[in-house]
């Protein structure tokens, strides 16, 4: 049965690569090429034009809007580069995942994707994860098209639809992910997000509740603000509590004990009900991750119609800046070893602290160009008491949605 269950695993991710359409880890060169590639913006739908990105070809319309800038950075690889901060983060969080949850077999738990392309359908980013046609997230001004049918993701969700529909149901998915953006020393239009998603059956849910035999995943009642309209409570209530301890083991482990913890209430279209998670660092709140329960629609269409589930999602970059003392977040794209060299350390858990030199400072004339595609600012700060940012637009009465995982790493106010 061991070897029945690697099988199956290496098959998926033979197969899962293949879907992603390739992904290169070499430099932009190895990823980019444009046809023709006349100018700066060669990739901003001129009629007849063609990118070829990650050893595909895609026809230009008018809903492309790349540019050579935002392009350079695909294939880059940021997270998945030995030794980069952002890969530090990535296998603190995969190291404590592989150590803390294992299956019957003694291997681990959780599957770990970090190579699939970020080059995603709109379906994908969007339609798989139920968030409308007419949704402010789709805005050709937030998001980067290679034509109208595909994009580059906007976060790692967009991979949740074909990981459950290919039989998982505990995964983490790492990648860059790509949203339009002011550039400065804390907005980027290019950062990297961590997406975890688990399922449960009724058997795995009730396992060790008392009189567990007799509750029930589902039930036909209304949506109210603590369950959606096919959940029962006792599941709601149970796929929360432990989503929300590991979430605690997990920031735990990367910032240590005697951590101060908090939930708030928020909106994402794909899960319900939804939380972000605060903690006090240093003296200060700060939002760290987006998660909740998800939509059962989506599990149901991803044809895991007999399990419940929950995901969430952090982005790297805010949390190697809080826990590196990085300054600026264009650091990340830097080649300078200076830089590059102060973590360079034997174990991932040791504790770094960036510092910057006195007599030829990495900041911020060697630092990557500022204007990397700029977009006219949005005139939006913040919401009080914010310290990641928000992707945001007003609802009903004015009322500020969450429409992605927070893209914390690519505004921190």
């Not at 046809?35 to 990650?54: H, T």
């Not at 008018?62 to 990535?90: A, E, F, T």
């Not at 409570?233 to 605690?248: I, P, R, S």
């Amino acid at each position: 049965m061991v070897c029945s269950a690697l099988r199956r695993v290496a098959h998926l991710r033979v197969y899962l690569v293949r879907k992603a359409s390739g992904v290169s880890r070499g430099h932009q060169h190895q990823a980019l090429g444009l046809r023709p590639a006349a100018s700066e913006f060669a990739a901003r739908g001129a009629p007849g034009s063609v990118v070829e990105l990650l050893g595909k070809s895609y026809p230009q319309d008018d809903y492309s809007n790349l540019s050579r800038k935002v392009l350079s950075r695909v294939g880059r690889n940021l997270h998945n580069q030995q030794h980069h901060p952002l890969w530090l983060i990535k296998e603190r969080v995969k190291e404590h995942f592989y150590k803390q949850y294992v299956g019957r077999f003694g291997t681990p738990l959780f599957s770990v994707y970090d190579d699939l392309s970020p080059v995603v359908t709109t379906w994908q980013n969007f339609d798989s994860l139920l968030i409308p046609a007419d949704h402010p997230s789709r805005k050709k001004g937030d998001n980067y098209y290679l034509n109208r049918t595909h994009m580059l993701r906007a976060h790692t969700s967009a991979h949740q639809w074909d990981l459950l529909h290919a039989g998982l149901d505990a995964f983490l998915v790492v990648g860059d992910v790509y949203r339009r953006d002011q550039i400065d020393s804390q907005h980027y239009p290019v950062f990297h997000q961590l997406e975890a998603v688990r399922l449960f059956s009724k058997h795995k849910l009730f396992a060790g509740i008392k009189d567990g035999e007799s509750l029930q995943l589902f039930e036909q009642s209304s949506r109210s603000a603590h369950k959606q309209e096919t959940h029962t409570m006792e599941a709601v209530k149970l796929v929360e509590f432990d989503l929300k301890q590991t979430l605690t083991r997990l920031v735990t482990h990367l910032f240590g004990d005697g951590l101060d913890i908090r939930w708030v209430d928020c909106y994402f279209p794909f899960t319900h009900p939804s939380f972000e998670m605060e903690i006090n660092f240093r003296g200060e709140w700060l939002e760290v991750l987006g998660c909740g329960v998800m939509e059962q629609q989506l599990v149901n269409s991803a044809g895991a119609q007999d399990r419940i589930g929950w995901a969430f999602g952090l982005g790297l970059e805010r949390l190697a800046m809080i826990l590196y003392d990085i300054p600026d977040i264009r650091l990340f794209w830097s080649e300078d070893e200076r830089f590059l060299k102060q973590f360079h350390v034997s174990d991932i858990s040791q504790k770094v602290k960036f510092q910057d030199t006195q007599d030829q400072p990495l900041l911020p004339h060697h630092l990557p160009p500022h204007g990397a595609d700029p977009v006219p600012k949005r005139g939006q700060a913040c919401p009080p008491g914010s310290a990641g940012g928000r992707r945001a637009a007003a609802g009903r009465g004015g009322q500020v949605l969450m429409l992605l995982w927070p893209s914390w790493g690519s505004r921190i106010c």
